[in-house]
């Protein structure tokens, strides 16, 4: 955060020193303020030391000549000239708040501390410079620490078939880390002329391919910028300002993939998501249900906050509520970046304490829905810049930014890429993608996807295919996962996997043909499992029993047989007993999950039909299993 230049203007001419100045030293005087308004500032310089030369005690002439020296941030200059009149003459209140910045410009902290506390305590000090000097000094105190502990950063130019010449900002990145979109200006032109550009990954080498313009109604003769992509790549939600369609000075809008690298024309998002003033920067959660945003405040503050959005059941967006909790402050929060493990949020602050301006922070959401206390990134991945526009790939750990500031750029802005600090890292992601259609027909299915952990048998994530049957679901890479799949009309289908450690990487496709209802069609249970040599239910199967009920209950004419098999270690009559034992104990679940008994029967079938090598552990782990068949319909 910085306290603004130009107060020191509302200051400087309002001091008056107790000396009388000679009528030479106040007329060289006033020609320097002519040569500052006309943008000669150094000859505005050359008429200040005159000044200060024939009237030493002349204070104003010397804040006048630091002002120009920071607003060209020459600090060290600006120093000079406070330090040398703080030597001899009895300096304003306010000089401790400019001089306080200046050094904190230039690292150094501890004086710059006891400056920002002579300053506070003045009495004459407006309350709301105080709590931004504060806020200084809580800056000053975290950059000392954190450049004693600095972070690994080993940040990587994106090369030149990415960067240009010219300017490359706020990129985004798709679920399978493949595609990179980003915003293009080129030098010396207006906010109209921002474009959007993509890269595609090359699989083979890893290396992103030659950058190109979006094709389609996407890049208009006017300014897109700040985009975000969905998991599946078909929406790109982004920032568009001065559009006759707009509620305010910038709106989001959204395009929707067409096919053959074609975007639709912009949809603005309506008044409940837009509003009279700045809204921008959007980020989607991998769901695509929430849209985080930044709006702007009205009249001239920098004060900018995050906001959201969520999708309704009638495919609209609802109200645009402000971010709760510790993230927002009095300060500006800007780009932020949801990751796909849609815990993790990426964001930008000058109101949190930091190494200057705005700083990179990551918070993380709570079970509860609520988010922790906001952590900086650390040195020297933040610097006394403004540092924005992060967002981290799939794999949680690494990211992609833009910056000017690293010395090896290609043009005037460059994408760059990190590894993060493990702590900073989010959960890696896979993705499971695929079509479902009818298996008798071929005909594509819009039905309801359901992810569950399976440790906790918890619901965490609700899709639905879309009319062509295409779905495209991301989950966190770090548990194990039951996927349902329910239609009316159709058996109940489901599955089981795992995200953790070697699988995590796996890009899943899973085309699934569900079976429509008919007697004696059966289905596996995958989702149902039992303490080992015992008919005691896991609890991790009551989301999968719980399906069950529902598609019984969808469907009242229905009546199905729970039947049990096992492999064939121990004795037949041993096996047929677990077996049907194990029957019953699903029996009885549904049963208090409001089935009527008579629609539901038993049979234990121990070892008799296998559908698997009993030779091998993984034939014996397919052949024990519990299945449903439909007995009337």
């Given at each position: 955060?910085?306290?603004?230049?130009?107060?020191?203007?509302?200051?400087?001419?309002?001091?008056?020193?107790?000396?009388?100045?000679?009528?030479?030293?106040?007329?060289?005087?006033?020609?320097?303020?002519?040569?500052?308004?006309?943008?000669?500032?150094?000859?505005?310089?050359?008429?200040?030391?005159?000044?200060?030369?024939?009237?030493?005690?002349?204070?104003?002439?010397?804040?006048?000549?630091?002002?120009?020296?920071?607003?060209?941030?020459?600090?060290?200059?600006?120093?000079?000239?406070?330090?040398?009149?703080?030597?001899?003459?009895?300096?304003?209140?306010?000089?401790?708040?400019?001089?306080?910045?200046?050094?904190?410009?230039?690292?150094?902290?501890?004086?710059?501390?006891?400056?920002?506390?002579?300053?506070?305590?003045?009495?004459?000090?407006?309350?709301?410079?105080?709590?931004?000097?504060?806020?200084?000094?809580?800056?000053?105190?975290?950059?000392?620490?954190?450049?004693?502990?600095?972070?690994?950063?080993?940040?990587?130019?994106?090369?030149?078939?990415?960067?240009?010449?010219?300017?490359?900002?706020?990129?985004?990145?798709?679920?399978?880390?493949?595609?990179?979109?980003?915003?293009?200006?080129?030098?010396?032109?207006?906010?109209?002329?921002?474009?959007?550009?993509?890269?595609?990954?090359?699989?083979?080498?890893?290396?992103?391919?030659?950058?190109?313009?979006?094709?389609?109604?996407?890049?208009?003769q006017l300014n897109e910028g700040a985009q975000t992509i969905t998991s599946d790549g078909m929406i790109i939600y982004f920032a568009a300002c001065e559009r006759e369609n707009g509620f305010g000075s910038c709106?989001?809008?959204?395009?929707?993939?067409?096919?053959?690298?074609?975007?639709?024309?912009?949809?603005?998002?309506?008044?409940?998501?837009?509003?009279?003033?700045?809204?921008?920067?959007?980020?989607?959660?991998?769901?695509?249900?929430?849209?985080?945003?930044?709006?702007?405040?009205?009249?001239?503050?920098?004060?900018?906050?995050?906001?959201?959005?969520?999708?309704?059941?009638?495919?609209?967006?609802?109200?645009?509520?402000?971010?709760?909790?510790?993230?927002?402050?009095?300060?500006?929060?800007?780009?932020?970046?949801?990751?796909?493990?849609?815990?993790?949020?990426?964001?930008?602050?000058?109101?949190?304490?930091?190494?200057?301006?705005?700083?990179?922070?990551?918070?993380?959401?709570?079970?509860?829905?609520?988010?922790?206390?906001?952590?900086?990134?650390?040195?020297?991945?933040?610097?006394?810049?403004?540092?924005?526009?992060?967002?981290?790939?799939?794999?949680?750990?690494?990211?992609?930014?833009?910056?000017?500031?690293?010395?090896?750029?290609?043009?005037?802005?460059?994408?760059?890429?990190?590894?993060?600090?493990?702590?900073?890292?989010?959960?890696?992601?896979?993705?499971?993608?695929?079509?479902?259609?009818?298996?008798?027909?071929?005909?594509?299915?819009?039905?309801?996807?359901?992810?569950?952990?399976?440790?906790?048998?918890?619901?965490?994530?609700?899709?639905?295919?879309?009319?062509?049957?295409?779905?495209?679901?991301?989950?966190?890479?770090?548990?194990?996962?039951?996927?349902?799949?329910?239609?009316?009309?159709?058996?109940?289908?489901?599955?089981?996997?795992?995200?953790?450690?070697?699988?995590?990487?796996?890009?899943?496709?899973?085309?699934?043909?569900?079976?429509?209802?008919?007697?004696?069609?059966?289905?596996?249970?995958?989702?149902?499992?039992?303490?080992?040599?015992?008919?005691?239910?896991?609890?991790?199967?009551?989301?999968?029993?719980?399906?069950?009920?529902?598609?019984?209950?969808?469907?009242?004419?229905?009546?199905?047989?729970?039947?049990?098999?096992?492999?064939?270690?121990?004795?037949?009559?041993?096996?047929?007993?677990?077996?049907?034992?194990?029957?019953?104990?699903?029996?009885?679940?549904?049963?208090?999950?409001?089935?009527?008994?008579?629609?539901?029967?038993?049979?234990?079938?121990?070892?008799?039909?296998?559908?698997?090598?009993?030779?091998?552990?993984?034939?014996?782990?397919?052949?024990?299993?519990?299945?449903?068949?439909?007995?009337?319909?």
């Open positions: 955060m910085r306290i603004f230049i130009f107060i020191l203007s509302l200051c400087l001419f309002q001091f008056s020193t107790v000396h009388a100045q000679s009528k030479k030293s106040i007329k060289l005087f006033k020609k320097a303020k002519e040569a500052d308004k006309e943008g000669n500032r150094t000859k505005a310089i050359e008429y200040l030391d005159k000044v200060i030369e024939k009237s030493p005690e002349y204070i104003e002439a010397y804040l006048f000549a630091a002002d120009i020296f920071r607003t060209e941030e020459d600090f060290n200059r600006a120093i000079g000239y406070y330090e040398k009149l703080m030597k001899d003459y009895e300096v304003p209140y306010y000089f401790y708040l400019f001089y306080g910045e200046t050094l904190f410009e230039v690292e150094r902290y501890d004086e710059a501390i006891l400056s920002f506390r002579e300053y506070l305590k003045s009495n004459k000090a407006a309350p709301k410079y105080k709590e931004k000097v504060r806020s200084y000094i809580s800056n000053c105190e975290f950059s000392k620490t954190a450049q004693l502990k600095p972070k690994p950063f080993e940040p990587v130019n994106l090369g030149g078939l990415v960067n240009s010449e010219n300017m490359e900002y706020f990129p985004s990145i798709s679920a399978d880390g493949n595609s990179l979109v980003f915003t293009y200006r080129a030098p010396n032109q207006t906010k109209s002329d921002e474009d959007f550009f993509i890269s595609i990954r090359d699989t083979v080498t890893g290396e992103w391919t030659q950058s190109k313009p979006a094709a389609g109604f996407l890049n208009t709106d989001i809008f959204a395009s929707i993939y067409k096919g053959n690298g074609q975007w639709s024309k912009a949809i603005n998002l309506g008044p409940k998501v837009n509003s009279r003033v700045w809204d921008t920067q959007p980020s989607i959660s991998s769901d695509g249900k929430t849209l985080y945003f930044v709006r702007g405040s009205h009249g001239r503050s920098r004060n900018k906050d995050i906001y959201y959005t969520e999708l309704q059941s009638d495919g609209t967006w609802g109200k645009a509520l402000k971010l709760k909790g510790p993230i927002n402050t009095s300060g500006s929060e800007t780009s932020p970046f949801i990751h796909f493990d849609n815990k993790t949020l990426y964001f930008s602050s000058d109101g949190h304490p930091g190494l200057g301006k705005l700083d990179f922070f990551v918070s993380r959401r709570k079970e509860d829905g609520s988010w922790e206390k906001p952590e900086n990134l650390g040195y020297p991945i933040n610097s006394k810049e403004d540092d924005f526009s992060l967002i981290v790939s799939p794999d949680g750990k690494t990211a992609y930014f833009s910056s000017d500031r690293l010395g090896d750029n290609v043009g005037l802005q460059d994408l760059y890429s990190f590894i993060l600090p493990k702590e900073s890292r989010a959960i890696e992601i896979a993705y499971i993608k695929g079509k479902i259609t009818n298996k008798v027909t071929g005909a594509p299915i819009s039905a309801q996807i359901v992810f569950s952990e399976l440790s906790s048998s918890e619901s965490i994530l609700f899709e639905q295919s879309n009319r062509l049957g295409n779905y495209f679901s991301v989950l966190p890479g770090n548990a194990d996962y039951g996927l349902n799949i329910q239609k009316k009309g159709f058996l109940v289908y489901s599955k089981n996997f795992s995200l953790s450690n070697e699988n995590v990487r796996k890009a899943y496709v899973l085309n699934v043909k569900l079976i429509p209802i008919a007697v004696d069609q059966k289905v596996k249970l995958e989702n149902v499992f039992y303490a080992t040599a015992s008919f005691e239910l896991d609890s991790r199967s009551n989301s999968e029993l719980n399906k069950v009920a529902d598609f019984l209950n969808d469907n009242p004419t229905v009546k199905i047989s729970v039947e049990g098999h096992t492999d064939n270690e121990g004795s037949k009559e041993g096996n047929t007993k677990l077996s049907k034992n194990r029957a019953k104990s699903v029996y009885q679940y549904l049963i208090e999950k409001g089935i009527d008994k008579s629609r539901l029967s038993i049979k234990g079938f121990g070892s008799s039909q296998p559908v698997a090598d009993n030779e091998t552990e993984e034939g014996r782990k397919k052949n024990r299993r519990t299945e449903i068949r439909i007995t009337a319909y």
